[in-house]
Structures are given as C-alpha cells and as structure tokens.
Antibody
Framework: QVQLQESGPGLVKPSETLSLTCTVS????????WSWIRQPPGKGLEWIGY???????TSNPSLKSRVTMSVDTSKSQFSLKLTSVTAADTAVYYCAREAGRLVDYWGQGTLVTVSS | DVVMTQTPLSLSVTPGQPASISCRSSQSLLHSDGKTYLSWYLHKPGQPPQLLIYKVSNRFSGVPDRFSGDGSGTDFTLKISRVEAEDVGVYYCMQSIELPLMCSFGQGTKLEIK
C-alpha cells in the first residue's frame, strides 16, 4: 500500500520560506515523478511541480522563481521550499505520486497558513 | 499553457439519477504517442483527491463502474450512471500533456445530493 505523508510547519511568516517534506512508504521512489499540489481556501487545485527520482524538476511557471524541490531516495523523502511567501500562499499542500501522467496516490494534505 | 474549463461548476442530483460533467481543454490532449492524457479526480470533504479515471476512459483500481469517461481531442465527459450519497464532493479534470510535463486542473465541479 503506497502511502505519502506531508510534514512541516503549519504557520509561516510573510516573506519567509515555506518548507515541507513528504515521506513515502510502500513504494520505491525510482521510476516515478513526485509532485506537490496545493489548494488555497475556497479555491481549486493548483499543480506546483514535480521531480523525478534522479533530481530532475519542473515547476509551474507562475511559481517557478520561488520553488525549489529536492529528493532523498535513501530516506524515501522529497521536499518543497517556497520562498518569499505571502498570504496568497496559504493553502492545503498535498504531496503526490505521478505515474504515467496521472496522479495515483496523494498524501492527506497539510494546511500551511502564512501570517505574522 | 493548456487551460481546462469545466461545466457546470455545480450540480445537484437526486440519488439514483445520472450526472454528467464536461471538461474542455484549450488544445488537444492527444499526445504523439497516441494516448490522450486526461484524468478525473474526486475531492471529498476532509480527504485528499482520489483518482477516478485516467487516459479519458480507464477506471482506476477500485472505482465503481457507475463512473465512466469518454471524449477525445479537446472535449471530455465524466458520467455517473446512478449517483449515490457517497459521490458528493468536487470533481476535477486534469491534463498532463504539456512538455516538459506540466499538469493543470479544471476549476472543479461541486456535486451535491438533492
């Protein structure tokens, strides 16, 4: 059973960096893309970006300059950093697995609030 | 960028009745490999989204057969043959054809039970 679990601070101050980690269990990280997707309150889903197990990454152009993603296959973890956050970055952040251009497994999601 | 447009944005359905959601993309989702990369997700309250349909019409493991998908090119439809109370939530279509791989979702369609 593939499981993903997000972890990280639930509160981040404006202009600071949001950092989240996703721990994967029940599956190897090789040969899959590992994604971050978010949902602001009252809004729809927004794809943030993904990374391959090799470290190759692609991110949403609207966020690209602020997004850094990394993977540590030895720990079965991948991470997201979003710099210079504002209130508009308040959202439930999901980590997920992409396989064959579909998202088949999702974490439970973690709410990150940007506020001073 | 590929823009996904869903209609309607909300619908209210009596249990046992059918439901249909449309999704239109701003460009064809037919890949050069011959496959069409359109998937459907259901986001139930308090849960992460779950995959229902992938590559237009393939049901994911465990998805009831009352859910079906069809379409081609830029126009796609998710159908529920007989809506049940557990089907409430927000339905999203997602494209994954852009290169380098980038995904985008429709605005979502909220399904409620009458």
């Amino acid at each position: 059973q593939v499981q993903l679990q997000e972890s990280g601070p639930g509160l981040v101050k404006p202009s600071e960096t949001l950092s989240l980690t996703c721990t994967v269990s029940g599956a190897s990280m090789t040969n899959y893309f590992w994604s971050w997707i978010r949902q602001p309150p009252g809004k729809g889903l927004e794809w943030i970006g993904y990374m391959f197990h090799s470290g190759t990454t692609t991110s949403n152009p609207s966020l690209k300059s602020r997004v850094t993603m990394s993977v540590d296959t030895s720990k079965s973890q991948f991470s997201l950093k979003l710099t210079s956050v504002t209130a508009a970055d308040t959202a439930v952040y999901y980590c997920a697995r992409e396989a064959g251009r579909l998202v088949d497994y999702w974490g439970q999601g973690t709410l990150v609030t940007v506020s001073s | 960028d590929v823009v996904m447009t869903q209609t309607p944005l909300s619908l209210s359905v009596t249990p046992g009745q059918p439901a249909s959601i449309s999704c239109r993309s701003s460009q064809s989702l037919l890949h050069s490999d011959g496959k069409t990369y359109l998937s459907w997700y259901l986001h139930k309250p308090g849960q992460p989204p779950q995959l229902l349909i992938y590559k237009v019409s393939n049901r994911f493991s465990g998805v009831p057969d009352r859910f079906s998908g069809d379409g081609s090119g830029t126009d796609f439809t998710l159908k529920i043959s007989r809506v049940e109370a557990e089907d409430v939530g927000v339905y999203y279509c997602m494209q994954s054809i852009e290169l380098p791989l980038m995904c985008s979702f429709g605005q979502g369609t909220k399904l409620e039970i009458k």
